[in-house]
């Protein structure tokens, strides 16, 4: 399937709730995040994505 | 559901309807513009991030954000969506243009004047103010023109929806034998349902509030006005919504490149909804001392019903949503999410305001439940909460929808795609940041309606995270939101001064997979639905509201005596009640 730019901005705003609860999620696991950390998984999503998106992307070579 | 206009564009033909449709956008966006603007001052002053006007201004910007939004954007949209339904569903105009513009009019006027008592707070040498919030019942008291003006409004949908009723008498004539097409039957169910619950405001403002902010009469019995506003309060969060149900219903499907899943379904929901809107309004009302507890209970009762409709609706949309990214090459459990058309800022933003609709379901159970409720009443989690509904599952879905409706009355193509879609989902993301953190807020016992939500020697504290971290959410949440308004007003308005296309839209809205020719007629018996909603009210308020004026001080509060002839009726109808009661439990017993 082919990430779009449509696609991508889904993703990424899906990805903002799952940061935002991310602590609280681990808090169930009495695993205590501290909000650099929830920033650092963030932002390591969106180079992620954005390297997806060079690979796979809509005009990438691999897509075509 | 009839698929009339396929052939050819609403707007060429029907362009008296294609006009009213856009006089009601119109000032739907205008209150829009207006009301968000209002809303970024609001989430930057009480965070404290940025304060432009004084505290004491607050509850001016606070009425005129929550008035110009949740009560004149909303229901304009839904005015012009339901006038394009019904002649769209029933291939006819309406009866009188005169008649159509008669009520623009008045709900226009009735807008100016409340929007200008509103305003009149920022000045106070007017003597004009109206700082009474949305929820405008005594004791807060307003400007006369604010309740007239709200009276004039209300009166405006009433014509509204004759307006529509006098289109279906004149369509059933020549169609006796024939259902109800599907946008016309979820229309007429939602006035009918409108009616019943406007009668309670209707009362309160033309009786009460009018009267005693002209000095006619000296008090109002304030639970009284309370209770008759929460009365109409309730269901007007479902009429807001059932704009936003018909577009899910019968457009969304089409967009993801399918079919509605049920017809049948679908008008059960819109019956329950009638059915069960009403008789809940309590459940706002649960900290309210003059209530018995037992009717608290009953309306939490009935406010867990209504889960009903909201569920079959999920499953149906959701249902109609896979059929068509099936039809698009969909496989797999979850993999056919990604053949959605996510391009298209229409079914993005509808498909994003029903996934947040869920969240505001979840939150909206709490507010229900009457021993949770106290955890939460009137904190900030309130407001979180209906950011999510009407803020959110109404809101996106309405300019959601106008990407795929504007084009259609206006005859030009959408200005453009992408930056609908950037739209939408900054409303997402910006919504995601407000509203969670106005939840979590809440939670920590952060009270709403306040400018100032600092106190001195004290500090509201968060098991995780902090509140400084909170009131950042909200700021930022505040102007993504705002950010996201401005992209769709700029969006929408060169759109309407675009140039005219033959076809703007794929207008064409096919059959439901399921068609109503199997489900039973009696769905379409209007006038039993609306008798059994009456009795419900009866049943569910007639004991509250006895009790309420003959505790708290008569009809007109102040001590005043109730009237002996009204107080021996109340008394009549509390033994009659009682008595079926007590007959109807030896039966089952």
Known sequence: MKLTKARALILIAFSVPVAIELRTVAGFFNVELPLIAVAVIEFLFLALLFVLYGLYGEGSESAA | MATASGGSEFVDKFPDEAAIVKASFLIAFVSLGIGAFFGLIQALHRTNVLRVIDSADYYTVLTGHGVLLAIVFTIFFLCGVFHWAVARSLDRPAESALFSWAWVGLMTTGTVLATVAILGGFVPNLGMSADVLFTFYAPLQAHPIFYIGLAMFIVGTWLAGADWFLSYR????????????????????????????????????????????LGLIESVNPLLTRTLFWYFGHPIVYFWLMPAYLLWYTVLPKLAGGRLFSDPLARVVFLLFLLLSTPVGIHHQYLDPGIAEGFKFIAMTNTMFLLLPSLLTAFTVVASVEHGARQRGGEGYLRWLGALPWRDPAFTGMALAGAMFAAGGFSGMI?????????????????????????????????????????????????????????????????VFMSNAMHRAGLAGIPRRTAEPQYQNFEFLTPIGSIFELRVQIALGGTLLFLSVVLFLFNILLTSLGEESDRPVDSYLPEPLSGPEGSPRVLDNLAMWTGIAAVLVVLAYTLPLAGIIQNGGGLFGGGLPVPATVSAGFDLVATTVTSAFNTLWGVVA
């Open chain 2, 170 to 213: 004149a369509w059933r004539k020549n169609h006796e034998d024939e259902r109800i097409p599907l946008q016309t039957f979820m229309v007429l169910t939602t006035m009918i349902m409108w009616y019943v619950s406007t009668l309670g405001v209707a009362v309160s403002v033309v009786f009460f509030l009018i009267p005693w902010s």
């Open chain 2, 367 to 431: 507010n229900a439940g009457m021993n949770i409720n106290y955890l939460i009443h009137n904190t900030l989690w309130v407001p979180g909460h209906f950011h999510l509904t009407v803020g959110t599952a109404v809101a996106l879905t309405m300019m959601a929808g106008s990407y795929w409706l504007v084009p259609q009355v206006t005859g030009t193509k959408l200005y453009s795609r992408p930056i609908g879609l950037l739209q939408v989902i900054m409303w997402f993301v910006g919504m």
